[in-house]
């Protein structure tokens, strides 16, 4: 049996968390706008009415979730949201995200998947899985790869500063670093999202890369695939390589 009274306090605390809720939803259509929003259009996109829409726009004002133009009357984030906002953006590391995905790809294709990110000497890989149903080990854990010659090499030089390349050409051999991509091809790469590269290093195999994406709109990392050409075809690594960089860039705020 429910005990006297019972049946209020759970309405009570039912209505607490329906409020959450409503509120969450404010706070949402307020991230998504383009700009401040009049009550109006705020109640529009929330589907609720004019009174309810204002209630909790101005509990939210009083929270600092929410602002309000004192001379327009439109509605917009406000100093509270924006520091839980930049607080958690500084809590994603863009490396681990795209390891996670790389990890859960890898249990997936018959692919060795990783993870490179960009130092003075160029890309260097600092995650590694390796498939069960892909044995043949051609990278591991803090290796350097070519600049002009790895898929990974072209994703990084179709976003760094051209400046930051040089420097890492600087430190790699000619015979390893490869030759400097055909006009156009970077363009294709930024317009495809990602890259490959068949038979480059190692016959019968391919090497497949994609930018991931801080909360800056810079490449943090670069996520990548080594597997075999046939293979790889038949299972759409690339399609499923490009969606897992895709995913990790939105993980980390990208």
Known sequence: MTPAGDGGG??????TIQSVSIAARFLDILARADG???LGEVARRARTGASTAHRYMQSLVREGLAAQDAETGHYDLGPAALNIGVRALRRIDSVEVAARAMKALSARI???CGVAI????????VRWYRSTDFAI???TLGDVLPVDNT???LVFQ???PKEAIAMAREQQPPSFRG???PAGILDAVRREGGAELNEHLFSLLTGKAAPVFNALGEIACVATTVSFVRTADAEGHRAALFAAARDATRESGG
């Open 151 to 153: 898929a990974c090499g």
């Open 10 to 15: 759970a309405a009570k605390r039912s209505a």
């Open 118 to 125: 960009w130092t003075e000497r160029g890309p260097t890989i």
């Open 179 to 181: 030759s400097r991509p």
């Open 36 to 38: 401040p929003l009049v």
């Open 137 to 139: 080990s051609t990278v």
């Open 158 to 160: 179709a976003y760094l």
């Open 110 to 112: 018959a692919a060795s």
